[in-house]
């Protein structure tokens, strides 16, 4: 097989025009060859298309084809880890490589033959992955690159222990990129495994800031309040999704992601849940539904709020609100994201109005008051602009434009 640049196959997927961070990154990777690599940015920020670049660079220095996985890379969450696979796979595959998924959830067996056929790139949630090398049923002994991805997200769900323990695994001499949003608390246990000295590359915040006025900026994504009252929530929560074309409604619980989900459907429109206490496959089946357009509105717990990238997110809802200062903006990250425009709704109570305020003030996110007439009216112009707007394939965002390559 005539294997081609990587150049060439980031391309194919409609990245034609990088960031200037993601060139920083990969020029600095280049220049120390395995030297580890500290990258803290925030959500939409394109840190995907950072670590992949270095990442096959690496790969295509490696060993030959189809031996023991050179490279592994750790994901917080199953759809995060499915997520990974389904970019690196057609990459890996047009440099004559193959790559295994292990993820928990979902039987051993079909995984275990994956690997015993020869994996280069394993993309792996940190449970599973640590399970298998116990037993050995996973080599890592010739790893030249590990990426932890979403390193906070890992933190906040405890995996720190697993992660430390699969380096454990790993040659002392491999490559080790930290992707993270931020670096503060049980995230600096990871920083500390690095090698003296890594190279840093830090991205600002300005990619999760609200514009100043309404539904203008540069961010194009506007943080409107709308105030409810329990009443009327039902109904002014269909108005906002009839204006808006694809959605993302974001609440607390299980019970209400399948309540709310059960209610929007009830009301004709098409919505799927996404939480915790679904199988592997149901959640599976509703990015699918998504992704695929057979459902328009997602209902989800914070499980959804970090590296879950479709298309054409033209609105996100904080329906029950977070008191987490993170949550908020990965939650809102889900919209506005790769340049392209979004809104974030969020519908308070009158007794909610000063928290929220409170903490948009922290996070420095300039936000609105607004009327529902106003939020639709916002929401009319971003999903016109959206509609016309081609996706490139089901995991990219809709490009109708160049691409920016902030995956």
């Known amino acids: 097989m005539t294997t081609r640049s990587v150049d060439d196959l980031v391309a194919d997927m409609g990245i034609t025009s990088l960031h200037p961070f993601q060139l920083d990154v990969r020029e600095l990777a280049g220049l120390r060859p395995g030297g580890d690599v500290l990258l803290e940015a925030p959500t939409g920020s394109g840190k995907t298309v950072a670590f992949l670049l270095v990442v096959f660079d690496d790969l295509v220095r490696s060993a030959p084809p189809l031996g023991p996985p050179s490279i592994v890379v750790i994901t917080p969450t199953r759809e995060l880890a499915q997520q990974a696979d389904r970019v690196i796979r057609p990459i890996a595959r047009g440099l004559d490589r193959r790559t295994a998924l292990l993820q928990g959830g979902v039987a051993f067996d079909p995984q ?229 425009p979004g809104v974030v709704a969020n519908l308070l109570r009158k007794e909610q109005w000063r928290a929220a305020v409170a903490m948009e003030q922290r996070l420095g996110v300039v936000a609105d008051d607004a009327s529902l007439d106003q939020v639709v009216g916002v929401l009319g112009a971003v999903t016109a602009e959206l509609r016309g707007l081609r996706p490139l394939s089901p995991w990219h965002p809709p490009l109708g434009r160049r691409s920016s390559g902030l995956l």
């Open 112 to 340: 275990l033959r994956n690997i015993a056929r020869g994996a280069d790139v394993v993309v792996a949630t940190p449970g599973r992955l640590l399970d298998m090398c116990s037993r050995g049923q996973v080599d890592l002994g010739a790893v030249s690159s590990v990426v932890i991805d979403e390193a906070d997200r890992l933190a906040d769900l405890g995996f720190v222990d697993d992660v430390v323990a699969i380096l454990g695994f790993v040659p002392g001499s491999a490559r080790t990129l930290l992707v993270s949003a931020t670096l503060d608390g049980p995230v600096g246990l990871l920083v500390d495994r690095l090698r003296p000295d890594p190279i840093v590359v830090r991205v600002g915040l300005d990619v999760e800031r609200a514009p100043e006025g309404l539904g203008r900026g540069s961010a194009q994504t506007p943080h409107l309040r709308v105030e409810i009252t329990r009443e009327r929530l039902r109904h002014d929560l269909g108005t906002l999704l009839d204006a808006a074309g694809r959605a993302i409604v974001f609440v607390r619980t299980r019970h209400a992601a399948d309540r709310w989900a059960g209610w929007i459907t009830d009301d004709g429109r098409d919505a799927v849940a996404l939480h915790g206490a679904m199988t592997s496959a149901a959640r599976r089946a509703t990015i699918d539904a998504m992704r695929l357009g057979d459902a328009s509105v997602l209902v989800a717990t914070d499980l959804a709020s970090r590296g879950l990238d479709l298309a054409a997110v033209s609105l996100v809802v904080h329906l029950e609100r977070s008191d987490d200062e993170i949550d908020y903006v990965h939650r809102s990250g889900r919209t506005g994201r790769a340049g392209l």
